[in-house]
């Protein structure tokens, strides 16, 4: 109710100096400069043109901001000689991981599909892991004192996820080998 509400109430936006609800008033502040190509309204999209956006991800997002971890990453890239911003590809790198995982090239390949103006290339994406790696630990650490400080953390069960164990090869030799060396453990360890 509360929601509905608060997008029903109109005010006087003081910058703009106009009467507009919540969510025009944010919806300027966000993405002003796009209303001026308005008068243009006859644009029409081109066959097969994908024009979905995911909403669902601004929770996520608003999380990613109460940690703090774009300011971490704007502080560590601040002496780097970047032309692309870290801060941005960690954005677009976590969304794709919790809402839709795949490799990094898909991430980059689905980025349009976000409001987030992600203005960098695959190549760009590529090159930050180099960054991400060299302040891997203390990200972590980062991180894990937010966690704390902002929503506590209960360690009485902890889970560990090994799903993501799987490996590749273009050998199915291997994989014989393999089950024959697990095999040959099972039968050589001792039973009590």
Not at 55 to 61: H, M, N, P, Q, R
Not at 137 to 145: G, K, M
Not at 147 to 156: F, H, L, M, P, Q
Not at 178 to 186: D, F, K, T, W
Request: aromatic share 14%.
């Amino acid at each position: 109710r509360w929601h509905v509400e608060s997008v029903e109430h109109h005010a006087t936006d003081p910058a703009c100096g106009r009467l507009l609800n919540a969510f025009d008033l944010v919806r300027i502040h966000r993405f002003g400069e796009l209303d001026e190509d308005a008068d243009n309204m006859d644009e029409k999209l081109s066959p097969g043109t994908d024009n979905r956006k995911n909403f669902g991800y601004a929770a996520i997002l608003k999380i990613y901001h109460e940690l703090g971890l774009g300011v971490f990453l704007k502080n560590k890239s601040r002496h780097e000689n970047f032309e692309y911003n870290t801060n941005s590809i960690m954005i677009m790198l976590v969304i794709s991981r919790l809402l839709s995982p795949g490799s990094k090239k898909k991430a980059f390949e689905e980025k349009d599909q976000y409001f987030e103006r992600f203005n960098f290339s695959l190549a760009d994406v590529y090159r930050s892991l180099s960054h991400f790696s060299k302040i891997a630990t203390e990200f972590q650490r980062y991180l894990n004192s937010q966690i704390n400080e902002k929503y506590g953390r209960n360690t009485k069960t902890i889970y560990y996820d090994v799903t993501n164990f799987y490996f590749e090869t273009d050998e199915a030799v291997y994989w014989k080998h393999v089950r024959y060396m697990c095999h040959l453990r099972i039968t050589l360890m001792p039973t009590f």
